[in-house]
């Protein structure tokens, strides 16, 4: 199920890459309020670290995209950017999944 989510994030950041609201302004803070609410529960879906470098994906897929009319910046470079501060928001989920399944091991019960 793990790679179920993966594939639905990356799903997500094609068609935002490829999506004609993606240079509009409101539609950039919906974009930032959405991520700060996803990212951890996506770290939590997957609970593992290498979900740490997925936010990286989409700015290696973006290269492609080049730069659109009016940015001084490329996609993949305002991705890249972007992935940092959403690697630190997956985090959390991530720390709080370690924790429920040491937690769950210690009982002994396993989750799965």
């Known amino acids: 199920m793990r790679y179920g989510w993966v594939a639905l994030y990356l799903g997500l950041?094609?068609?935002?890459i490829a999506s004609p609201l993606a240079s509009a302004g409101r539609f950039a803070l919906l974009l930032l309020a959405g991520a700060a609410l996803?990212?951890?529960?996506?770290?939590?879906?997957?609970?593992?670290y290498w979900a740490l470098l997925l936010p990286f994906i989409?700015?290696?897929?973006?290269?492609?995209?080049g730069t659109p009319d009016g940015s001084e910046w490329p996609v993949s470079a305002s991705l890249a950017f972007?992935?940092?501060?959403?690697?630190?928001?997956?985090?959390p989920g991530i720390v709080a999944r370690q924790?429920?399944?040491a937690a769950s091991c210690e009982e002994g019960r396993l989750l799965t």
């Open 99 to 101: 924790v429920r399944d």
């Open 82 to 91: 972007l992935a940092v501060f959403q690697s630190v928001l997956l985090v």
């Open 13 to 16: 950041h094609v068609a935002l």
């Open 38 to 48: 996803v990212h951890p529960l996506l770290g939590f879906a997957i609970g593992s």
């Open 58 to 65: 989409p700015a290696l897929m973006a290269l492609p995209a």
